[in-house]
């Protein structure tokens, strides 16, 4: 049995889930972000095995095709996938992962792992997520405007996730991502299997 836990973390595009995930990184070092691997091109500021691991859609699919993959899906034109050796070694080192998805992956993992944590992260309206998206000034008008239908799309899948915050007051969103973290590091089977002396010597 590992003792780390695997937490999924979901969002529309635009929501804050990759800034909301860093800032859990820098508070927690016992969290572990696994790197996905992607078909899409680098986008300004992003680095190869920090953000994500960029390969070809040959290479995507020959790794794919050897079931390398725990989940994989296709957003927005291009493929993403989480590898399956990665995750399980920091899993079986006692680290807490972070599967930063989709909701299409979040299911595939449910399905694999279905005591994994799924966490979705909902904007406060759309129309502060249209706002996040034009901000960004990466993305054409046509663009923001498909990426905003995929958004009330992927939004419709919420309730197949276990807990829901909205990124309105970002300090308010990442205070309730870590108190989801701490609440089920204190459970009972995670303390008995962390501290199972003690609580052998003390019932």
């Keep these: 049995m590992s003792l780390g836990h695997l937490f999924v973390i979901s969002a529309a595009s635009g929501a804050g889930k990759t800034s909301l995930v860093r800032a859990m990184l820098d508070q927690d070092p016992l969290l ?9 091109a680098p986008r300004p ?10 390969v070809s859609e040959a290479e995507f699919l020959a790794v794919q095709a050897q079931g390398g993959f725990l989940e994989s899906a296709a957003v927005h ?4 996938g989480t590898s399956q050796t990665a995750v399980q070694a920091a899993l079986n080192a006692g680290r807490d992962v972070i599967l930063e998805i989709d909701w299409q992956g979040a299911e595939q ?4 792992f279905p ?10 309206s759309m129309e502060a997520l249209s706002h996040r998206l034009n901000q960004r000034g990466q993305d054409s008008e046509a663009v923001i405007a498909r990426r905003l239908a995929a ?27 870590m108190a989801i973290i701490r609440a089920h590091r204190l459970t009972l089977a995670r ?13």
Excluded at 32 to 40: G, P, Y
Excluded at 45 to 54: K, L, M, N, Q, S
Excluded at 77 to 80: K, L, S, T, V
Excluded at 151 to 169: G, K, Q
Aim: aromatic share 10%; with cysteine.
């Design 151 to 177: 958004a009330r799309e992927e939004m419709r899948h919420v309730h197949a996730f276990d807990y829901v915050t909205i990124n309105d007051i970002f300090d308010v969103a990442l205070q309730d991502l």
């Design 109 to 112: 993992i449910r399905r694999i």
């Design 191 to 203: 303390q008995s299997a962390c501290h199972a002396p003690l609580i052998q010597s003390l019932t």
């Design 115 to 124: 005591s994994a944590t799924l966490i979705f992260i909902l904007p406060p």
């Design 45 to 54: 500021g992003e680095e190869e095995g920090i953000h994500y691991h960029f």
């Design 77 to 80: 034109g291009a493929h993403y």
């Design 32 to 40: 572990k972000l696994s790197v996905s691997h992607t078909t899409r």
